[in-house]
């Protein structure tokens, strides 16, 4: 077997070296550059309570909503949720008024969804918001209690956001306004979150 000198062997090794070098440094993954770290996003946890509900006014008309004539016009108040850092677990969600909500509910053709339509403030932050609320399921964990969930694509916010959404774990029980609920015993009413994505360089503000 023949031998390769020492010396031509390290030579063959430095160049296998640096040839994958190069292709580390010209492949997509390498060629990213790491964003400065800089917060792209404002995420917020609320508590909603249901203040009132009224025949709808002309603020839920079709020319503002976008949908059919509602049947429902609402006004919420958004308080701070507290958790427990080492569990997540919700040890709060009384805390202080930080937003409200004023919103309109038309049904549609399937009876387990609701066109949502909403205006409001959250952290000083106004918006807008366009989506649906969906039963997921009634008289459960027992009689009296129905549970849904909510979903607004956010925009009418301020020039430094791009836009947003707004999700919400919701329980409604037999007394429909209010924190106190009827069974007792469940934190009435929605549970949301609000993420806000800021504007990037180059990109469009929310409309």
Not at 74 to 95: L, P, Q, Y
Not at 132 to 153: A, H, M, N, Y
Not at 173 to 188: F, K, N, V
């Amino acid at each position: 077997m023949m031998m390769i000198p020492y010396r031509l062997l390290q030579m063959r090794r430095s160049y296998a070296v640096t040839a994958l070098t190069l292709v580390m440094l010209s492949s997509p993954v390498s060629a990213q550059t790491p964003r400065a770290d800089v917060a792209v996003e404002d995420i917020v946890i609320l508590r909603s309570l249901r203040l009132s509900r009224i025949t709808p006014t002309d603020f839920c008309a079709p020319s503002r909503t976008g949908f059919s004539p509602a049947t429902s016009e609402d006004r919420h108040d958004f308080k701070a949720v507290t958790t427990d850092a080492a569990s997540g677990k919700v040890t709060n969600a009384s805390g202080a008024s930080v937003g409200t909500l004023h919103s309109c509910l038309s049904p549609t053709s399937d009876p387990l969804i609701a066109s949502f339509y909403a205006e409001g403030k959250v952290g000083g932050v106004s918006l807008v918001g366009r989506g649906q609320c969906r039963t997921t399921k009634r008289d459960f964990p027992e009689t009296g209690i129905s549970v849904f969930t909510c979903q607004l694509d956010l925009t009418g916010l301020p020039s430094a956001y791009v836009g947003g959404q707004l999700t919400t774990n919701t329980l409604v029980s037999r007394t429909m306004l209010g924190a106190e609920t009827d069974p007792s015993g469940y934190m009435q009413m929605s549970i949301a979150t609000v993420r806000l994505w800021k504007t990037a360089i180059g990109a469009p503000s929310a409309g």
